[in-house]
C-alpha cells in the first residue's frame, strides 16, 4: 500500500495489533474473500480501525448509525456489531454490484435486519433521509468520494444531534491534505471539509495522522455541539 520505507514496520505492528486486539472471525474473513473474489477494490478499513469505528459507535451510545461509502460492507459489520438489537445502521453505495456484495456480506454475519444499504448516489440517499425525516443519526462515518465530503457534511449536519459524532476516513492520504495549493479535487475535498469542521459554530473537532496496513493516512473526528 505504501512505498515508506518504514512500511514493513507499520505492516508488522498492524499483524500484532489486529491479532491481539482486533481479531477477524468466519464473517469477516468472508467479507474481504468475496469482496475480492467480485473484484472490489481492496480499500476497506483495516481490522484495527474497524475496531476504533466500534467502540466510539459503543462509546457513544450509538443506536443510530449512517456510513456513507458501504464497499462490500465491511466496516458496516464493525458498526452493526455496536447496535443494540433495536438499532439502526443505514449504509450508502453508489455502485449497486458493491451493495449487492455488501448485503449478502451482512446477512452472513447475522446483522442484516440491523442494516439498510441504500443504493444510489449519496447525495440523493442524503437528501430522501432528510425528506423522510430520518431520526437523528448519533454517528456518521463518512468514507465515499472525497470531493464530496463538504457536501456530506452538511448533510451530516442535518441528521444528527447534540452530541452525534462525525468521523471522517483518508483525510491525510500520504500527506497531500498539508498542500494548500493541491489541485486534486480529492485533497481540495478533505481540506475543505476540515475547514468547514473548524468553521462552523455547531461542531468541535480534530483530526490524527495513522500509519498502518493501509498505508499513510488518517481520520477526522468532529462532534456536534448545541
Ligand atoms: N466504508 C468501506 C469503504 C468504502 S470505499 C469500508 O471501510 O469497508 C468508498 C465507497 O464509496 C466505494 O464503495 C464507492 O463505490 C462508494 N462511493 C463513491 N462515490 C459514491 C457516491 N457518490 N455515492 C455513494 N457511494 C459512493
Ligand atoms: C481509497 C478510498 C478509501 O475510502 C480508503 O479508505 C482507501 C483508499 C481510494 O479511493 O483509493
Ligand atoms: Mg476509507
Do not use: C
Not at 173 to 182: K, N
Request: hydrophobic share 45%; charged share 25%.
Amino acid at each position: 500500500m505504501s512505498q515508506d520505507p518504514a512500511a514493513h514496520r507499520w505492516n508488522a505492528v498492524d499483524a500484532y495489533f489486529t491479532e491481539l486486539l482486533a481479531p477477524s472471525d468466519d464473517a469477516l474473513d468472508e467479507a474481504l474473500r468475496a469482496s475480492d473474489v467480485a473484484g472490489l477494490p481492496r480499500i476497506a478499513v483495516a481490522p484495527n480501525q474497524g475496531k476504533l469505528l466500534q467502540l466510539l459507535a459503543q462509546i457513544q451510545g450509538a443506536r443510530r448509525v449512517l456510513e456513507i461509502g458501504t464497499l462490500g460492507g465491511y466496516s458496516a459489520i464493525w458498526l452493526a456489531r455496536a447496535l443494540p438489537a433495536d438499532g439502526r445502521l443505514v449504509t450508502l453505495e453508489a455502485n449497486a454490484a458493491y451493495a449487492e456484495v455488501a448485503r449478502a456480506n451482512l446477512a452472513r454475519a447475522g446483522v442484516a435486519e440491523v442494516v439498510e444499504v441504500r443504493t444510489g448516489t449519496a447525495l440523493d440517499s442524503l437528501a430522501a433521509l432528510v425528506d423522510e425525516g430520518a431520526e437523528p443519526f448519533d454517528l456518521v462515518f463518512i468514507d465515499a468520494d472525497k470531493p464530496n465530503n463538504p457536501h456530506y457534511l452538511e448533510w451530516a449536519l442535518r441528521l444528527t444531534r447534540p452530541g452525534s459524532l462525525i468521523i471522517g476516513d483518508n483525510v491525510v492520504r500520504e500527506g497531500a491534505v498539508a498542500d494548500a495549493d493541491t489541485t486534486d479535487p480529492r485533497v481540495r475535498g478533505v481540506r475543505d471539509f476540515l475547514a468547514m469542521t473548524a468553521e462552523h459554530p455547531r461542531l468541535s473537532g480534530t483530526a490524527l495522522q495513522t500509519v498502518g496496513s493501509k498505508g499513510y493516512d488518517g481520520f477526522s473526528l468532529a462532534r456536534v455541539t448545541s
